[in-house]
């Protein structure tokens, strides 16, 4: 994507951030992000006199006035968190529901050629068949995916009768540099990363052997820009393809690091989903090729998290 005029809703997150570097090279860009969960230090490095912020919240600012002349819309700013979302249904709902129809009719009025809408694995819930393809049912869990479930429907809708080009991607686990591990409801990579790194024993929830697709940040990056330049619309899964233990990853990120240290096993968490990975092949079909070399960006993940220590 060059010379165009791109805005990112929580484009200070950990994914908005990495995909506003991957833009900055050749792009004008302008940021809305209430740094709720994200922070102007994830971009610190950037060129910013082709970036422009807004610290306001989506649901507030006057979006039609951010989105003036823009030629794509990247809609990822969220509360982001399943548990966040089970404590406090009405604040996920006002964001990612009421925040995304706002989202969305600002794009309406502007013109804008495509709005890309981050949605999440976790709108399939505990699902029948494995891999997961876009034709298994959703099955909402949480207040979370009942968001995500919703915020694709009114894409669609407004695709359909408003003709406003839209695409969500459902991303699995994300990971890779930036990703915080300090908030309460942090990933598990940069948990054991943290945890590892202060010589701390990591929590694994249940037995372990539950499985997750987890797929770099870079590669998300990528699968963005493949579905604004490409004419699809709908849902894609984003994920790897590959499914690992949660008892692997820890010995993957325990090797890299290259410290002995062993997990405490506690209670399997209530709602928690045993297997996930993704089927790709619809992705595929919009240029996606994530590369699998896990352990290369495990080490390098890790290295950008002993710098911040
Ligand atoms: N990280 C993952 O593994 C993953 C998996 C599936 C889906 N997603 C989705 O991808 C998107 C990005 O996730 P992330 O991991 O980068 O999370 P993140 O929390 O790092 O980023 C979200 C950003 O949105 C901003 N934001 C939140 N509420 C806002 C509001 N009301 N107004 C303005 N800005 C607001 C936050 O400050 C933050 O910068 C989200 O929509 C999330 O639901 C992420």
Redesign the pocket.
Known sequence: MKNKKVAV??G?????SHLVERLNENNDLVI???????NIKNIQDLDFSRIDTDF????RVNLERIFEDVDYVYH?????SVPQSVNDPLRSNE?NIT?TLKVLEAAKKCGVKKLIF?????VYGETASLPISEKNPVNPLSPYAVT?VTGELYCTLYSEIYDLPTIALR????FGPK??PESQYA?VIPIFIDKILKNQRPVIYGDGEQTRDFVNVKEVVDANILAAESNETGSYNIGLGKSTTINYLFEMIKETMKKDIKPVYKNERPGEIKHSVADISKARSLGYSPKNDFTDELTETVEWFKKLN
Request: no cysteine.
């Open positions: 809703t929580g200070l997150g950990f994914i908005g809305v992000d209430n740094q709720s969960s994200g306001g919240d989506i649901t990822m700013a969220a509360v982001t964001v925040g981050s949605s999440s694995s976790a995500k991303y699995f686990n994300v990703q915080d990933a």
